[in-house]
């Protein structure tokens, strides 16, 4: 099929992790028009508010337009235009200087689910490869490494079994810690539209009454971080009604009786609801409905993954669809929906700290050779690096000397902003690779680069159910912006490192990568001496494509052995991607949140993001018809709260946590419990003079995962 009808030219959405086509034209009055694209398996046309003002966030209004410098570092503020060549010798001297005085890992890469997938692998290569340090990391670590954990752990591989046509072919969708209705807006209208087709069933678990709660047949409004005692209990209750596949656990599973034991901790429906704050029939009914439902969907994401239990809440659920065997089955499958548009890619090429690329292990020597040929390198790094928050800590104790953080504004969104605004402006380097010329991460930049937007770059995304799309040049880039891969291209090379970067085209990349996921396909061993499984991350009949068939490629689900041959759905067969090839239950004990409430701090702060926003708004924040919706940040609460605090609505407030106080606009809500409270994140320094809630927001965190806990924050407020 060709990328263009006419003038058109198919592309993908820039936002979430729904992955989006569209189609794009430039009109007669030089704006870009943008509506769906009927023919992408995602969307099949449609758009949410977001998608639909595309058009409207990429003029030249804000960006950066050349490469800058201090020529003072810190001691002199003002950062001057130089030419490409000054500003990669710069950073190519600088990093190089920093290794050969403090070593390899003095240095890190702090990256972003809004790369492209090929960005994204040349950031790796450059890090794990060459470098030799695995000192990468991605603010994908904010929204779904719990996930990933959960995965690796139960299929031993971080496979999302399922396909968004599972959602129209289910009978019962369990929505726990998502909002789709504001966060995955086009998965809601295509189960909104099922649900009036099908008469599927429709369960929100969620502590906030959300948009969501709108197709719900029952809402469980949970305490905040309870989710492993409610999936637990329904393991149990599985297993006590007999209502457990057993010869699906029989033949594909391994560790029921581990998990059951765990589960029974606190099995019965007293304890469940004594956790969980739940009525019991709202508990009973849901077991009865998932116990009697063949085909059930359960889809999570950001209320389950960012959670210091984050890791064991994806494994509890995990746990209930391996016991009656509903994993990658037509409408019978786990679900977890990532929040950025290439979360998926960036963790297919190596963007996590503790992941190689093409899904390789580093406890996997076979991996490590086998790459180290691939790449011919002898300087591969062999063993995990500093996941986000542990890198920032190495920046304060002076460990790291050196950051890059490319297309992404950690000053906002990381948890403890003020600390991790003060550790980047004492970090002794700074570079930052962004478009947008005024961001609160670029304010401490030594060095930034000005890199292309959405609309101007070219090469592939990967959306939540596999589908890799491409994303295509839709309009020229302004100033003297850079794809990302050139701009880590050009410093690799002048920092000695060649060849191995001598690229001419995003195509050029995509091939690289595609051919490195049939390394290691078979016979490989582990450190335990089994055979290693096939990895289900396989491109090899992508591996060849011309430069031509990659500029024209269709969306794709991987594993894609034969080019136009994708695969929808994984381990329906019951073979997994562990050694044993069986999938693994998971003992999960339920801990309570990492902070808990007091006289001083009453009420537990949630946090997200609105419908008409993305992330720090740098891009949605110049679109005035997204801005209508919610104009600024606020601080919903319920009318119980209200009262008790004396609080008016539309009043200001303070909000304060342990870490600091910031002013938000009071909304008296019905979507709040009593003692709980929600704020958006996307404000930030840039936006608004009330501050970031990130500023609220300790850094505690999933031992497995690195994810921090953003929801659930002990706060008290003051009507101004
Ligand atoms: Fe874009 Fe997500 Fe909206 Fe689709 S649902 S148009 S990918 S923001």
């Known amino acids: 099929m060709s990328p263009k009808d006419s003038t058109w030219i198919k592309s993908t959405c820039a936002y979430c992790g729904v992955g989006c086509g569209i189609e794009a034209k430039v009109n007669s009055l030089g704006t870009l028009e943008v509506r769906g694209d009927k023919a992408h398996p995602a969307n099949f046309g449609r758009l949410c508010s977001k998608g639909l003002a595309l058009g409207e966030t990429v003029g030249i209004e804000g960006r950066l337009l050349t490469p800058k410098i201090k020529q003072q570092r810190k001691h002199q503020s003002k950062l001057e235009t130089v030419c490409w ?128 709660c709108d197709i719900a047949d029952l809402h469980l409004p949970l305490q905040p971080g309870s989710d492993i005692a409610l999936f637990n209990g329904l393991l149990a209750f599985l297993s006590e009604n007999n209502a457990v596949d057993h010869d699906y656990i029989e033949s594909a599973t391994e560790g029921l009786e581990l998990a059951l034991a765990s589960a029974f901790r606190f099995g019965d429906i007293e304890s469940v609801q004594a956790v969980t704050g739940l009525e019991r029939a709202q508990i009973l009914a849901f077991y009865q409905l998932f116990a009697a439902t063949e085909k059930t969907v359960t889809v999570y994401s950001q209320g389950v993954n960012q959670s210091t239990s984050g890791t064991n809440k994806v494994n509890s659920i995990l746990n209930c669809h391996l016991a009656t065997g509903r994993v990658g089955k037509p409408g019978s499958t786990p679900f977890s929906v990532t929040g950025q548009p290439n979360a998926m890619g960036g963790r297919e090429v190596g963007g996590l700290a503790n992941m190689l690329a093409a899904h390789m292990d580093f406890d996997n020597p076979d991996h490590i050779r086998q790459i180290s040929d691939f790449w011919h390198t002898g300087n591969l790094a062999t063993a995990p690096g500093l996941k986000a928050i542990d890198m920032f800590n190495a920046i304060e104790s002076g460990k790291i000397k050196a950051i890059w953080i490319m297309a992404t504004n950690p000053a906002v969104s990381l948890p403890e902003s003020k600390r991790i605004n003060s550790i980047l402006a004492n970090c002794p380097y700074v570079v930052v690779s962004d478009c947008m010329a005024d961001t609160d991460t670029l304010r401490h930049a030594d060095v930034v680069l000005p890199a292309q937007g959405w609309s101007e770059k070219s090469g592939t995304v990967t959306n939540s159910e596999r589908r890799v799309s491409r994303q295509r040049r839709l309009l020229p880039s302004p100033g003297e912006a850079k794809p990302d891969w050139w701009i880590i291209s050009e410093v690799a090379k002048k920092m000695g490192f060649g060849d191995a970067f001598d690229y001419r085209n995003e195509a050029d990349i995509f091939r690289e990568y595609a051919q490195m996921t049939t390394l ?142 910031l002013l938000l606009r009071a909304h008296i809500s019905k979507e709040c419990r009593q003692g709980q409270v929600f704020a958006p994140f996307h404000w930030n320094d840039c936006t608004t003079s009330m501050g970031k809630v990130d500023t609220l927001i300790a850094g505690s965190r999933d031992p497995l995962s690195g994810q921090p806990e953003f929801k659930a924050t002990p706060v008290n407020i003051k009507p101004v």
Not at 181 to 191: D, E, G, K, N, T
Not at 566 to 577: H, I, K, Q
């Open 520 to 661: 290691c396909q078979e016979g490989n061993t582990s450190l335990s001496d089994m055979t290693a499984p096939a990895r289900p991350l396989n491109l090899s009949g992508l591996a060849h494509l011309n430069t031509r068939q990659y500029h024209h490629m269709t969306p794709q689900q991987w594993p894609v052995i034969e080019h136009n041959q994708p695969t929808a759905r994984l381990f329906a067969n019951g073979e997994f991607a562990t050694p044993s090839g069986k999938a693994q239950f998971i003992a999960t004990d339920y801990r309570p949140t990492a902070s808990t409430l007091s006289p001083q701090y009453p009420l537990l702060l949630n946090t997200g993001r609105v419908r008409d926003h993305w992330h720090t708004m740098t891009r949605t924040g110049l679109s005035a018809r997204l801005s209508e919706h919610i104009s600024e940040p606020y601080l919903a609460l319920s009318a119980q709260d209200a009262d008790q605090f004396a609080v008016k609505d539309k009043g200001l407030v303070t909000v304060s946590s342990e870490l600091g106080t």
């Open 85 to 212: 060549e000054d500003a990669i010798d710069d950073v190519a001297s600088n990093f190089n200087n920093v290794i050969e005085q403090h070593g390899k890992d003095a240095v890190a890469f702090y990256v972003s689910g809004q790369l492209l997938t090929e960005d994204y692998y040349v950031a790796n290569k450059l890090m794990k490869g060459f470098i030799g340090s695995a000192n990468i990391d991605t603010n994908s670590r904010l929204c779904m490494s719990s996930s990933v954990a959960g995965h690796k752990r139960a299929f031993g591989a971080d496979i999302v079994p399922g396909c968004y046509d599972d959602l129209e072919l289910a009978e019962l969708i369990i929505l726990t810690g998502s909002n789709l209705a504001w966060c995955h807006p086009v998965l809601f209208q295509r189960i909104r539209e099922a649900k009036v087709k099908n008469n599927c069933k429709i369960i929100v678990i969620d502590p906030r009454r959300t948009a969501t």
